[in-house]
């Protein structure tokens, strides 16, 4: 499938080493805003709405793993980015890991925050059926239950009603096709491939994708890092905000400042 011209945001310095922040299925790259400021002090930050997602196009599925860092290397491109930092949430996070093993000359750091090498692709077949039969709203009350412990969503009613808004937002077909894209990825191979320094952060009571699944992708991947936030679900970045953005500045000042630069004859 050809990449889309996916919509994305870029905040802090132009000529700074740029970081690209992939979201999480269902959300946009607006979860990604308590992060972004403190990013973008000395980072070329890229948010960006994976297809499906947002303001991002839903083009007629199926879709595979590889069809969404194809729109990630076509952003990069289109950017003029030789190399990036890669930081993905869940979805996001599977994008980063196999863009990271496939395409290693295009990754300086990777981060990989509540996500999977391979889930149970059950649920995600149940869900991408209930989308095409009643849209991606009827999910809302249950997903964000999720992403949220339910203490920090009674303290935080307006970031659950933001959340929700994002849910109902996506296209229901891209939504149900990146759901297909979950069911049916293996990442366990590739982890051994992946070069670029790697943190892996998981969500203590996180109950889409429990801690289980990063330690495996901790332990495959050479040389990685895990951290766990507590409390935390899901979106672990959205409720231990400031553990999330220093863990990430931390990370991506160890790992340097790569090669940037203009993208020609980077693929």
């Known amino acids: 499938m050809t990449a889309v011209e996916v919509a994305y945001t870029e905040d802090g310095p132009a000529g700074a080493?740029?970081?690209?922040?992939?979201?999480?299925?269902?959300?946009?790259?607006?979860?990604?805003?308590?992060?972004?400021?403190?990013?973008?002090?000395?980072?070329?930050?890229?948010?960006?709405?994976t297809r499906g997602h947002g303001e991002s196009p839903a083009p007629a599925?199926?879709?595979?793993?590889?069809?969404?860092?194809?729109?990630?290397?076509?952003?990069l491109d289109?950017?003029?980015?030789?190399?990036?930092?890669?930081?993905?949430?869940?979805?996001?996070?599977?994008?980063?890991?196999?863009?990271?093993?496939?395409?290693?000359?295009?990754?300086?750091?990777?981060?990989v925050l509540c996500s999977s090498a391979k889930a149970d692709?059950?649920?995600?077949?149940?869900?991408?059926?209930?989308?095409?039969?009643?849209?991606?709203?009827?999910?809302?009350?249950?997903?964000?239950?999720?992403?949220?412990?339910?203490?920090?969503?009674a303290e935080h009613p307006d970031l659950v009603a933001r959340l929700a808004a994002m849910i109902e937002g996506a296209d229901d077909e891209g939504y149900a096709a990146c759901c297909e894209v979950v069911a049916g990825m293996d990442l366990r191979a590739d982890l051994g491939r992946i070069?670029?320094?790697?943190?892996?952060?998981?969500?203590?009571?996180?109950?889409?994708?429990?801690?289980?699944?990063?330690?495996l992708i901790a332990d495959g991947i050479p040389g990685a890092d895990l951290l766990t936030l507590s409390p935390a679900a899901h979106l672990a970045n959205l409720e231990r905000t400031l553990e999330t953005t220093g863990a990430l500045l931390g990370h991506l000042d160890a790992a340097g400042p790569g090669r940037g630069g203009t993208a020609e004859g980077a693929r």
């Open 78 to 111: 289109r950017l003029g980015v030789r190399q990036a930092h890669v930081a993905g949430l869940s979805l996001g996070g599977m994008t980063a890991m196999r863009l990271a093993a496939r395409e290693p000359e295009r990754v300086r750091s990777l981060a």
């Open 195 to 215: 070069a670029a320094p790697t943190l892996v952060v998981s969500g203590a009571d996180d109950p889409a994708l429990p801690p289980d699944h990063q330690r």
């Open 17 to 49: 080493p740029v970081v690209v922040l992939s979201n999480s299925l269902g959300a946009t790259r607006g979860m990604w805003d308590p992060q972004v400021p403190a990013l973008a002090e000395r980072y070329r930050v890229v948010t960006y709405d």
């Open 61 to 75: 599925g199926p879709y595979t793993l590889d069809d969404l860092v194809d729109d990630v290397l076509a952003l």
């Open 121 to 153: 692709p059950q649920g995600f077949l149940d869900r991408a059926a209930a989308a095409r039969a009643g849209g991606t709203a009827q999910f809302a009350p249950t997903v964000v239950q999720r992403w949220l412990t339910p203490g920090h969503a």
